[in-house]
């Protein structure tokens, strides 16, 4: 590979990855777990997730059960990813 990013046909181009992501994932991180969320009391968590994935420039909506979906836009099948935004408090042994 000659370190040059080709994007797929019908994607948006991304630049390759910057070279602070490890920090970036660290700050990220951080900051979810010092936000509280546990289950049923997420709205902060997925405001915060919110206004990252924006910008991104991805597009994001709030179903009716909460869920926080966001969108790229691309060609060919698409690829689901998904995780909870709720967390169990520390000490409870679940």
């Not at 370190?3 to 990220?28: C, I, S």
């Not at 900051?31 to 997730?49: F, K, W």
């Not at 698409?78 to 935004?85: E, R, S």
Request: one cysteine or more.
């Amino acid at each position: 590979m000659d370190g040059q990013h080709t994007p797929t046909p019908g994607r948006r181009a991304r630049p390759p990855a910057p070279a602070d992501l490890g920090a970036r994932v660290k700050r990220t991180l951080t900051a979810l777990v010092g936000i509280s969320s546990v289950s049923g009391q997420e709205d902060e968590v997925r405001e915060y997730l919110r206004g990252r994935l924006t910008q991104l420039d991805l597009d994001c909506w709030i179903d009716n059960a909460g869920n926080l979906i966001a969108s790229l836009p691309g060609t060919g099948a698409p690829l689901l990813l998904n995780a909870h935004m709720d967390r169990v408090p520390p000490g409870r042994g679940h």
